[in-house]
């Protein structure tokens, strides 16, 4: 059990505890642990490359507590109000959709190997920082200034094309 492997247990522990801040609308907690999470991340990812402690658990665990955390702040939000539901529908059917995927390929002995491209890299960006505008309008008033339905579009669409460019690469890989 290596240290940055303890951060990301950490911040999956955290994905419940943001679910019932955003629940209970205790904003500025769900921000704050928001951003630890966001940090954990980064900390995490650099002291694995920095000290050689990279491993397969890892490799494993890390994108588990990303999309965690992920994946329940859209559905939490979109359960209390706070950002429309079929946002957080598309972000939940992008992220279902790979994992299906990914589970039909090991069940018919085709393991398919899931890397991150540009265009994903692009998509969790923007989910993260308008999950992070999200929490922050609701903690703090942060306004968008009339751009909050672009913004919610511009999300929609790269996790839309982040879905669309993975299944062409997995059904590629199933018909090789």
């Known amino acids: 059990m290596t240290i940055p492997n303890l951060i990301t247990i950490?911040?999956?522990?955290?994905v419940p505890i943001v679910?019932?801040?955003i629940m209970q609308q205790r904003w500025a907690t769900a921000f704050i642990l928001f951003v630890v999470a966001?940090?954990?991340?980064?900390?995490?990812?650099f002291?694995?490359?920095?000290?050689?402690?990279?491993?397969?658990?890892?490799?494993?665990?890390?994108?588990l507590?990303?999309?965690?955390?992920?994946?329940s702040i859209y559905v939490s939000?979109?359960?209390?109000?706070?950002?429309?539901s079929w946002l957080a529908i598309v972000v939940v059917s992008r992220d279902a959709m790979?994992?299906?995927?990914v589970l039909l390929s090991w069940v018919m002995s085709r393991p398919v190997e899931i890397?991150?491209?540009?265009?994903?890299?692009?998509?969790?960006?923007?989910?993260?920082?308008f999950a992070a505008f999200a929490l922050a309008a609701n903690a703090y008033g942060v306004e968008l200034g009339g751009f909050e339905d672009l913004v919610m579009l511009a999300v929609a669409t790269l996790t839309v094309a982040s879905a669309g460019a993975y299944l062409g690469g997995w059904l590629r890989h199933m018909a090789g």
């Open 10 to 14: 950490a911040r999956l522990i955290m």
């Open 19 to 21: 679910i019932v801040m």
């Open 38 to 45: 966001g940090v954990s991340d980064a900390v995490d990812g």
């Open 47 to 63: 002291i694995a490359r920095q000290f050689n402690m990279k491993s397969e658990f890892g490799a494993y665990i890390d994108p």
């Open 65 to 71: 507590a990303d999309k965690s955390l992920l994946v």
């Open 77 to 84: 939000l979109a359960v209390v109000g706070a950002i429309p």
């Open 98 to 101: 790979i994992v299906s995927a």
């Open 115 to 129: 890397k991150p491209i540009l265009v994903s890299k692009l998509n969790t960006g923007a989910q993260i920082g």
